[in-house]
């Protein structure tokens, strides 16, 4: 007959105190567990999504900045001899679209053969567990690359939406 007590909770190390068997409460745990996998699963895969989203964004707004300048170079002679003053915002925005599409390692998990020959033996709570952890590691790797490329976009589409107006403005003087 199944033992009765308490039993360890996944993942915080409490022990749960419970009158059911012993294999009740394991196959619980497992069904929670594996109900946590898949929503961690799913928000490393919307948080990879976010960053490629961030790049999409960068790579158009940093299409847009070397049209500008483009723009500027071939109207040169045009304006006065101060027209490269307004190509300064459209580089410093630049910098920061090319801030967020440099290329960035994201951890998303376990390595799948390393974690079968360590875990093949082992109880299936345990493999949850070990897998949870892994993608909740994971899930904060991804944010903090993902914030650091947003803050490369905000950089460059402050920048460039304060310069726009501000260098057609001193263009339309000078001209």
């Given at each position: ?67 500008g300048v483009a723009l500027l ?82 950089v460059g589409a402050l920048v ?16």
């Amino acid at each position: 007959m199944p033992r009765q007590g308490r039993y360890p909770v996944a993942m915080s190390g409490e022990l749960l105190e419970t009158t059911a068997p012993e294999d009740e409460v394991s196959l619980e745990q497992e069904r929670v567990t594996a109900t946590l996998i898949t929503v961690a699963q799913a928000q490393v895969a919307a948080a990879l999504s976010n960053a490629d989203t961030h790049d999409t964004k960068a790579l158009a707004l940093l299409a847009v900045d070397v049209g500008g300048v483009a723009l500027l170079v071939t109207t040169r002679s045009s304006l006065d001899r101060f027209w490269w003053v307004a190509m300064i915002p459209a580089l410093v925005s630049a910098a920061g679209f090319v801030w967020t599409l440099l290329p960035r390692e994201f951890f998303i998990g376990p390595d799948v053969e390393a974690f079968y020959r360590e875990f093949i033996g082992s109880p299936p709570l345990d493999a949850n567990v070990a897998v949870l952890a892994s993608l909740n590691q994971a899930l904060k790797h991804v944010r903090d690359a993902t914030d650091q490329k947003r803050a490369g976009w905000i950089v460059g589409a402050l920048v460039m939406a304060g310069a726009l107006p501000v260098c057609t403005a001193y263009l339309a003087v000078v001209h």
